[in-house]
């Protein structure tokens, strides 16, 4: 039996886990259909036409036929392997290197301002966001990301020197007592930038997408990773191009990256949800948020970044302590969409929304602990 995957065919169509993988198996229809109770189990679509069929799988289906793959058909076994590995999606690092195809990474904020929406003054010392570091480690977080100056809407902007002494300090005692931890910096600032750099700053978060020739030079110095957002601020934004105009950004944002030194696998697309000077923001968030699935198809890395936001204000009159429950729905279906890295607030509880997922995804049964993790959710962030 041979096993090819069709390059071009319906593999625009976009599921979990990203796009729709179009399989072609040629034998003998008597051969073919010995398959069939491993078809019917994990396959999207299937069509048999004498000695030639096609299958239409996700990644993640296409990781349980290869488990499940029948003995008699050793060798074809590697046929898939090979397409399943072309497939994966990774996000890597001087110092790092995540397999995030089928498992999400945690990527967790530590704001040290006063002003930020949700965590402002929270972080006030380096002994608790320590402490903090090394509880959310053991609760699921992979990544972490500092950040000196707020974004929120209608921010007040403070200068490069106060950015750098409010981080300062804390990048120092976390490189000192977790060496080997994958740290991130969120900072649109020249000089905070280099200057974390300098201090081993493993990944660059930059609102603005890296759009200034200063910042490029400093990507092409220190080949650090990235993450670049489409920043709606700085467009004039209108429902029906949006689309259009965000993956043109992120397009040529990645190309200028490249350019530099790095490759896909270096750099995360954020869509930007939040970010907006327009009136009807709402809308405009809704649709970045559908975005997803597009910038997924496209293999790189692509973060969620929704946690608590003010958007879901606006669709459920929701006060920053009642929007967590509303976060993960939206983030669930992000997932399902192929974004891969969640940028929260919520360590312990973005955890347990990933293992729901995973179990549910993987066709395994609910264990104990699932079950009352769901009923913890419900009867205790449902009012009755």
Known sequence: MEINEITNAITSQTSYFGKLITLEFTDSKKEILKLRPLIDKFVTVFWLNGNRAVALVNKEQLKNLILNWPITFKRNKKQLQKILDNQRVFFKGQNF???????PLIYSILNITPDSFYDGGINTSIDSVLKRIEKEKVQGADIFELG????????????????????????KAIKKQFPKLVLAIDSNTEQVIEKALDQGVDIINDIDGFNSKKKLELVRNYQPSVVTMYNGRNFSEKADNLSIQLTDFLKKSVQDLEDCGLNQQNIVLDPGVGFSKAKKFLQLDLLKMQVISTL?????P?????????????LFQLELKDRLLPTLLFENNMLESGGRILRVHDVKETKEMIDIYQIYHNNMELPKKIIVLV??????????
């Open 148 to 171: 000196g100056k707020s974004s929120r809407p209608n921010f007040k902007d403070i200068t490069a020197n106060q950015e750098w002494e409010r981080i300062a300090p804390y990048i």
């Open 375 to 384: 009923s913890r959710f419900i009867l205790g962030m449902i009012p009755i």
């Open 302 to 314: 692509v973060m969620i970044a929704i946690s608590r936001k003010s958007f879901l204000e606006k």
């Open 296 to 300: 997924a198809f496209s293999g790189s």
């Open 97 to 103: 290197s995540f397999d995030i195809t089928f498992r």
